[in-house]
């Protein structure tokens, strides 16, 4: 349940910034995302500014299908250090007696260029 209030908190936070003007430049941000060598069906990946190394600005979410994701126009990533939490589904729905995740919440970082960009992730 913390998971899906956080993946919910922060589609609010980058829709309400996104709704502003004169905010921080946004980049789009697609890629692959793969486990076991196979296409992760389904899930969301989240680009979050690392403030532990100074990087600030709303972060950016996106949904993954097909192993693949792209964030939405105008709701991109801000340059610089990010942590990335990807989790991954099996591209059914979750109920209450079933629990549809491929792998626990996967955490690394990336270093985000000002500018769209693609990024692949292997989720070991």
């Known amino acids: 349940m913390r998971n899906v209030s956080m993946i ?3 589609a609010l936070t980058a829709a309400a910034v996104g709704c502003s003007r004169g905010g921080p430049d946004r980049y789009e941000i697609s890629g692959q ?3 076991q ?12 500014p690392d403030g532990s190394v100074a990087n600030s600005g709303p972060g950016a979410v996106a ?7 792209r964030t939405r126009r105008g709701l991109g990533a801000v340059d610089g250090p990010h942590v990335v939490t ?3 589904t099996d591209g059914t729905a979750a109920t209450e007696d079933r629990d549809n995740a491929l ?3 996967y955490r690394t970082t990336v270093e985000l260029p000002a500018g769209s960009a ?5 989720v070991p």
């Not at 993954?64 to 994701?69: K, P, R």
């Open 8 to 10: 919910a908190c922060l």
């Open 33 to 35: 995302v793969t486990y």
């Open 37 to 48: 060598g196979q296409p992760v069906p389904g899930g969301r990946i989240l680009f979050a």
């Open 63 to 69: 949904e993954i299908e097909n192993g693949h994701y």
């Open 86 to 88: 990807i989790y991954g």
């Open 103 to 105: 792998f626990p919440e």
């Open 118 to 122: 693609q990024f692949d992730f292997d």
